[in-house]
């Protein structure tokens, strides 16, 4: 076991040598001993599966609240049935492991079973699709900042990341945000890099593959330097933290938002200026030691997000640059179920062509040609939470 994870590991570390921790020892200040942790080779092997050539991540991790809002947007109750028909819909959704690696679900739908009876990680596992669960507890107000917000759910997490491992999960997500038109205050800033690193470590040491969302949000009316600028910042921080945490980059996962103008700014840029933008600040900020970049929509039409992510994908990247959509995947979904069960066969039918769509896009191959005037809309939510 010593001997398959050294060379496992050293093929990610070029020619450093490492060590398992219990025999880890310092011969002289020249050397620097590496930890080896207990799950590590399971982690790179799992960052990899997600990462891998023409997929990304369905996000349907929407908190009970928030889901809520999603069927009443139809005109359905927000009740644990429906929450559970809307899951069982997409994660059954025939052939979408093709497109699809990874699914992020609620606390809730991680214990959920179909109509027959089996589990929906099972559900998710029989396509090759990881499954993942959210952990954070959601923002709240931060005392003495600018209006601004925290991710609170340290408390307990290693015990949770524990129970979710054995329930079948193998990755992790925790959203932390900033807000550009509050600053963001150097306090804000501080709490969501430090706050992603430890998370990650824990789920680490749990097993799970830690996703890490410091997300800019759309929010305001600044151009796309000042997000650069913003961004640019709370990346360095961020990785600066987990790599104090001694958090293994190589069973990692990045959930960035894109570079782009503000919501109230006026202005839309290019798909070109925006990958621009985005690919020089990964380039300056992510390790290439990261497997993927799995970005986040934030609020951007559907048409937006694909457009975008396929003009990253015009030149090779040193990581798998892919995507990890909610609303951008799940839009039309909802709007073709309208909760009728004579809908369910569309629907699934949407959720196949957005993910398809997106998939394109992670190769580089993205058309639009074929696209309605739906898939434009916008799917921005002021102060968006999950």
């Known amino acids: 076991m010593v001997a398959t994870m050294l060379a496992q590991t050293s093929s990610f570390l070029g020619t450093k040598t490492v060590v398992p921790q219990k025999q880890a020892r310092v011969a002289n200040r020249g050397v620097v001993a590496v930890r080896a942790g207990a799950y590590d080779e399971e982690l790179i092997q799992t960052a990899n599966t997600i990462a891998s050539p023409g997929r990304g991540i369905l996000a349907m991790d929407e908190s009970n609240g928030t889901c809520g809002k999603r069927l009443d947007s139809i005109g359905m109750e927000n009740t644990e049935d429906n929450r559970k028909a809307y899951r069982e819909l997409l994660v059954s959704t025939p052939g979408l492991g093709k497109y699809i690696s990874g699914a992020i679900m609620f606390e809730e739908t991680l214990y959920q079973s179909d109509k027959s009876g089996k589990k929906f990680t099972d559900v998710l596992k029989s396509q090759n699709i990881v499954p993942g669960i959210?952990?954070?507890?959601?923002?709240?107000?931060?005392?003495?900042?600018?209006?601004?917000?925290?991710?609170?759910?340290?408390?307990?997490?290693?015990?949770?990341?524990?129970?979710?491992?054995?329930?079948?999960?193998?990755?992790?997500?925790?959203?932390?945000?900033?807000?550009?038109?509050?600053?963001?205050?150097?306090?804000?800033?501080?709490?969501?890099?430090?706050?992603?690193?430890?998370?990650?470590?824990?789920?680490?040491?749990?097993?799970?593959?830690?996703?890490?969302?410091?997300?800019?949000?759309?929010?305001?009316?600044?151009?796309?330097?000042?997000?650069?600028?913003?961004?640019?910042?709370?990346?360095?921080?961020?990785?600066?933290?987990?790599?104090?945490?001694?958090?293994?980059?190589?069973?990692?996962l990045l959930k960035p938002s894109m570079v782009t103008p503000g919501a109230d700014s006026g202005k839309k840029e290019s798909p070109e200026t925006v990958a621009k933008y985005t690919l020089n600040l990964l380039k300056r900020r992510v390790p290439p030691a990261v497997p993927g970049i799995m970005f986040l929509s934030g609020g951007q039409s559907e048409l937006e997000a694909t457009l975008n992510l396929n003009a990253m994908n015009q030149s090779p990247n040193p990581w798998h640059v892919s995507f990890s959509y909610a609303r951008a995947l799940q839009n039309s979904v909802l709007k073709t179920w309208k909760g009728e069960e004579a809908n369910w066969g569309a629907a699934q039918e949407a959720l196949i062509k957005r993910a398809a769509a997106n998939s394109a896009a992670q190769q580089g191959k993205y058309d639009s040609s074929q696209e309605d005037k739906a898939a434009g809309e916008s799917t921005y939510e002021k102060g968006y939470v999950y």
């Open 134 to 252: 959210k952990v954070d507890k959601g923002l709240v107000p931060m005392p003495g900042s600018n209006g601004e917000s925290w991710c609170q759910g340290l408390d307990g997490l290693e015990q949770r990341c524990a129970e979710y491992y054995k329930q079948g999960a193998r990755f992790a997500k925790w959203r932390s945000v900033v807000s550009i038109p509050a600053g963001p205050s150097k306090l804000a800033a501080m709490d969501c890099a430090y706050g992603l690193a430890r998370y990650a470590a824990i789920a680490q040491s749990a097993g799970l593959v830690p996703i890490v969302e410091p997300e800019v949000l759309l929010d305001g009316d600044h151009d796309i330097q000042r997000t650069a600028e913003v961004a640019e910042e709370i990346w360095a921080a961020t990785f600066k933290y987990l790599a104090d945490n001694k958090v293994l980059f190589e069973g990692m």
